[in-house]
């Protein structure tokens, strides 16, 4: 399907690597099968729900040896991935769009335009501060 010379990775593992080397890795985090809760932070070590109860492990033969969660989430940080935006001049320049040129026209050009987000500029003036 793809030309012989690409460049993209043969595998899963191989994506994975280029991915983890860039700062694009992301965390796993088991959760309640009814999706209740997180077991994360205070909850990492509790093996029920708090809230209803179910097992964080699926049911498995008395001699595995492994715990298989019931669900698993995949967190991916916010922080790399805009510190990586924010290393290229062009892509920072981007970045910056909302605050340097932006245009009040009363025309949505850009979710900056929106009411929410001046909304939130309103209730958070110390973060709008700095784009």
Partial sequence: MLPTD?????????????????????????????????????????????????????????????????????????????QRLYMLTHTATDMRWHKEKWVDDEVMRHPANGEAWKEFDRTFPKFAADP
């Avoid at 994506?15 to 080397?21: D, E, H, R, S, T």
């Avoid at 994360?40 to 179910?54: A, G, M, R």
């Avoid at 008395?62 to 669900?71: D, E, L």
């Fill in 6 to 82: 690409n460049c993209l990775p043969k595998d899963h593992r191989q994506a994975q690597k280029v991915l983890n080397g860039l700062g694009m890795s992301y965390e796993k985090i088991h959760a309640c099968k009814n999706n209740c809760m997180l077991f994360y932070k205070e909850y990492e070590t509790l093996d029920t729900c708090h809230i209803c109860k179910e097992s964080r492990f699926k049911i498995t033969s008395q001699n595995r040896t492994t715990k298989i969660p019931q669900k698993v989430m995949c967190y991916l940080p916010l922080k790399p991935r805009l």
